[in-house]
Structure formats: structure tokens, C-alpha cells
């Protein structure tokens, strides 16, 4: 079991920057991969980014891509995602997740913990 505690979203005007912050706890952090997914008002949940055990792989989603990154700490057992040029439709909830296979994942049915969230709010 691993517990995961999403934090640093708020308000943000377009073309801002935020890092959110993912503390996990329980099992060990590098068991797991780890992802960052988002859910807007009236939106199904979407895959944002993705980092494997070792940090080796990454994914994201085309959305972000170029402008986001994601990254983690072992030492402090956090997953980090850190988000430049914020436009309105980056407007969401965001949710940390941990898998337990290797490999980083787009699907958010791989994951079997996940954090409360986090809003992020984008002004135009």
C-alpha cells in the first residue's frame, strides 16, 4: 500500500508556471512508476505524464508536451510535475498515481493508488 498526497496547484494567469508535488508514503517509492493525470469540469480523467521506477523512461500526453516535465525524487519520495506556459485549458484537478510494473503508463487502469488531487486553475 503507498499513500500519495498531491500539492502546489492554485491560480495561475496564462502563460504561468507551477510545479506540483506528489509526497508518497507506505511501500517503497521506487517500487512504483509513478503518473500525473488531469480532470476538468464535465471531462473524463486524461493521462498528463508518466515516469518509470528508475526515472529512465518518460511519457506525456501531446497536450503538454514541450511544455511540461515530469521528474522524481527517491530520497524524498516525491513525484514532481512541473508545468510552463499554463493556458485555460490546463484548467483541472490534477492526481498523482503509482503502478507497480516498470514500465511508465498512459493508462490510467495500471494504476492502483492515487492521491486526492490538486486544483490547478489557468485565467485568461
Known amino acids: 500500500q503507498v499513500q500519495l498526497v498531491e500539492s502546489g496547484g492554485g491560480l495561475v494567469q496564462t502563460g504561468g508556471s507551477l510545479r506540483l508535488s506528489c509526497a508518497a508514503s507506505?511501500?517503497?517509492?521506487?517500487?512504483?512508476?509513478m503518473g500525473w493525470f488531469r480532470q476538468a469540469p464535465g471531462k473524463d480523467r486524461e493521462f498528463v505524464a508518466a515516469?518509470?521506477?528508475?526515472?529512465?523512461?518518460?511519457l506525456y500526453a501531446d497536450s503538454v508536451k514541450g511544455r511540461s516535465t515530469i521528474s522524481r525524487d527517491s530520497a524524498k519520495n516525491t513525484v514532481y510535475l512541473q508545468m510552463n506556459n499554463l493556458k485555460p485549458e490546463d484548467t483541472a484537478v490534477y492526481y498523482c498515481?503509482?503502478?507497480?510494473?516498470?514500465?511508465?503508463?498512459?493508462?490510467?487502469?495500471?494504476?492502483?493508488?492515487w492521491g486526492q488531487g490538486t486544483q490547478v486553475t489557468v485565467s485568461s
Open positions: 498515481a503509482a503502478d507497480q510494473s516498470y514500465r511508465a503508463s498512459a493508462a490510467s487502469a495500471d494504476y492502483s493508488y
Open positions: 507506505g511501500r517503497t517509492f521506487s517500487s512504483y512508476s
Open positions: 515516469i518509470n521506477r528508475l526515472a529512465v523512461n518518460t
